[in-house]
């Protein structure tokens, strides 16, 4: 006696559900110009490498012997598989079986792909395209009756933020549930032209009167501006190209380090460019990037966000092969100045580099807040008062360069003081609680007015607040603890990554983090 005719059967189910939705919404997927499930999940992963969970799972109708004569599988295919030899959990909608709204397992696989990713430990990916949730309005008609509204396995997802890194790839149409479940990720990235990210999609959007197409509604253009996805890119494979890069950076959960990359750059390379780089003009700004390329190990920088907040940049690197979160400013956007928006981008960045025990490397040329109204009208001092608080509460190891300005309350924010100052200006730095270009003028207002020359009096004053200003006189009283030369800014980096890789160890109480 054997087992031919059940082994049989099982060959015959999986060869159905690997069918998705059928050869005509195949062929839909195909000429909408966007990958289907599977061969999503072949591109991602190492080949032969996936193993999945619920192969099985679905809808079946049988005839009245009890013989299955029709199958059609849940719209969710998760399993486990590699990246370049390091395992990860995979999450995938098939939009090819109702849109990828719930139908039959769906809701239980995604609640069990969360859980494998977050009890084993592994990285998670999720590759997002439909709705996830709870189905359309006909399905209330098959229900009999309605219900009150709860997300599924949300503990879950809300729970791997603070275990393992979640990663999510916008692939297509996105609305409602699935939207929340791209965003609650540390990484998001969506496809330009083929994938658009909505609350409701264009046909509940027009019951308020609002006639758009998915493009206008939720285009990466919009949701990169928005902060609410960090990346775009132009094709599928390069949006999961940018995910292995941006995990390569970080470990498997929280309970282990981030391992130490290939060392192939010299840790005590040097760059005499970049004592010229900055401008004694503190008008002009300059490329802050460039100072990233020269004092990071050769290639490994990855930018996040780089259309939000855009007067701070955000990105992951390396020390000598150690991995490191590094926040600079951008002098060229609002000349470094934080907004309300930039100051949600380093509060998020920041809790990414406590919950995995990256060190952070702060290149700083703040002058403040940015001011006005509109800046008021966006509760900047709000935000930036919370990013404040982020880095006051952050405990992994942390290290200041001062390039250039540093001022006010948003110039506070390069570091928390009250820990050792693991901090370097360079010969440019100028710094105060208001810049001499604006603060002159409110605090010999009255002398001013009074002078026969208010002309000369400013210069002689100028001449007087330049000398004081000297990043020299500062560094006398220890108020800075160390200027260098510009050029030797990466030794001492790849120093700090040295040092403070055997303190990045895991918290018994992990951070909060909030997407």
Request: with cysteine.
């Amino acid at each position: 006696m054997s087992w031919k005719d059940e082994i049989e059967e099982l060959r015959k189910r999986r060869e159905l559900a690997r069918g998705m939705g059928g050869p005509e919404k195949l062929a839909r997927q195909r000429a909408a110009g966007r990958l289907n499930v599977r061969e999503r999940i072949d591109q991602l992963l190492d080949a032969g490498s996936f193993r999945e969970v619920g192969s099985i799972a679905g809808s079946a109708e049988y005839d009245a012997a009890g013989a299955l004569t029709d199958f059609k599988p849940a719209n969710c295919v998760f399993g486990r598989g590699e990246i370049n030899g390091r395992t990860v959990a995979v999450v995938a909608d098939d939009f090819t079986v109702r849109g990828g709204a719930a139908d039959a397992a769906i809701i239980e696989k995604q609640i069990q792909a969360e859980k494998m990713a977050g009890e084993l430990r592994l990285p998670l990916i999720r590759l997002i395209e439909g709705t996830g949730g709870g189905g359309s309005v006909k399905s209330l008609l098959d229900m009999g009756a309605s219900y009150i509204p709860f997300n599924p396995g949300w503990d879950q997802v809300v729970a791997n933020l603070e275990r393992v890194p979640v990663v999510s790839l916008v692939l297509g149409p996105v609305a409602g549930l699935g939207a929340a479940r791209a965003v609650s990720s540390h990484y998001s990235v969506m496809v330009k032209g083929l994938s658009q990210m909505f609350v409701a999609g264009p046909p509940v959007v027009a019951g308020i009167g609002e006639t758009v197409t998915k493009e206008e509604l939720g285009g990466a253009d919009i949701q990169l501006a928005a902060g609410a996805v960090d990346d775009a890119y132009a094709t599928e494979a390069e949006a999961m190209e940018a995910a292995k890069w941006f995990l390569s950076h970080l470990p498997d959960s929280i309970h282990e380090p981030p391992a130490r990359g290939p060392v192939s750059d010299d840790p005590a390379r040097t760059d005499p460019r970049l004592s010229e780089i900055v401008p004694r003009d503190r008008r002009y700004g300059y490329d802050m990037h460039a100072i990233l390329r020269s004092t990071m190990d050769a290639g490994s920088v990855f930018e996040m966000g780089r259309n939000f907040g855009r007067s701070v940049i955000t990105a992951l690197a390396r020390l000598d092969g150690w991995p490191v979160a590094v926040l600079a400013s951008n002098p060229n956007i609002y000349g470094g100045g934080w907004t309300a928006e930039a100051a949600q981008k380093v509060t998020r960045f920041v809790d990414l580099a406590e919950t995995f025990r990256l060190p952070v490397v702060h290149f700083v040329d703040i002058p403040g807040f940015v001011i006005g109204t509109q800046a008021e009208r966006a509760g900047t001092i709000r935000h930036g008062a919370r990013a404040l608080s982020a880095i006051y509460q952050a405990t992994t190891p942390w290290c200041a360069i001062v390039v250039r300005k540093a001022f006010g309350v948003a110039g506070a924010a390069m570091m928390d003081h009250t820990r050792f100052r693991w901090r370097y200006a360079w010969p440019s730095g100028y710094w105060g609680s208001l810049p001499l270009e604006g603060g002159l003028e409110a605090a010999f207002k009255a002398a001013l007015a009074e002078s026969e020359d208010p002309d000369a009096m400013k210069a002689e004053l100028n001449r007087k607040m330049s000398a004081v200003t000297s990043p020299f006189r500062t560094a006398e009283r220890f108020w800075a603890e160390e200027i260098i030369d510009p050029a030797d800014t990466r030794p001492l980096l790849t120093e700090f990554a040295r040092l403070a890789a055997p303190l990045r160890e895991p918290r018994a109480q992990p951070p909060r983090y909030r997407p």
